[in-house]
């Protein structure tokens, strides 16, 4: 199983990103996909996830209505729309799986996609 970040770059605050994290295969527990971010010096946190299927999505409260977590099961990708970025989004964003579907413990997600990078300027 791979994944795979990618969308992120250098925007100024107030504008938006769309993050992919492209899903190849679930192992026969995954129950949902996350993304996390961390920030230098800091450590990851959980930012949004989804059910494999899509069905039903859970936020961070710093996220919650400007971030939108999305999946496209035919295509095998998950989607993180980031809207009103703020300087302190800035962070390396990664994907990963999980069996605990509601989780916001980095210690129960693996499969971790290398990080893409999102720089919001002031």
């Known amino acids: 199983v791979q994944l795979q970040a990618s969308g992120g770059g250098l925007v100024q605050a107030g504008d938006s990103l769309r993050l992919s994290c492209a899903a190849s295969?679930?192992?026969?527990?995954?129950?949902?996909i996350g993304w996390f971010r961390q920030a230098p010096g800091r450590e990851r946190e959980f930012v949004a996830g989804?059910?494999?299927?899509?069905?039903?999505?859970y936020y961070t409260d710093s996220v919650k209505g400007r971030f939108t977590i999305s999946r496209d099961y035919a295509k095998a990708m998950m989607y993180l729309q980031m809207n009103s970025l703020k300087p302190e989004d800035t962070a390396l964003y990664y994907c990963?799986?999980?069996?605990?579907?509601?989780?916001?413990?980095?210690?129960?997600?693996?499969?971790w996609g290398q990080g893409t990078q999102v720089t919001v300027s002031s």
């Open positions: 295969a679930r192992t026969t527990n995954t129950v949902a």
């Open positions: 989804i059910k494999w299927n899509g069905a039903s999505t």
């Open positions: 990963a799986l999980t069996p605990h579907y509601g989780s916001r413990r980095q210690e129960e997600y693996y499969h």
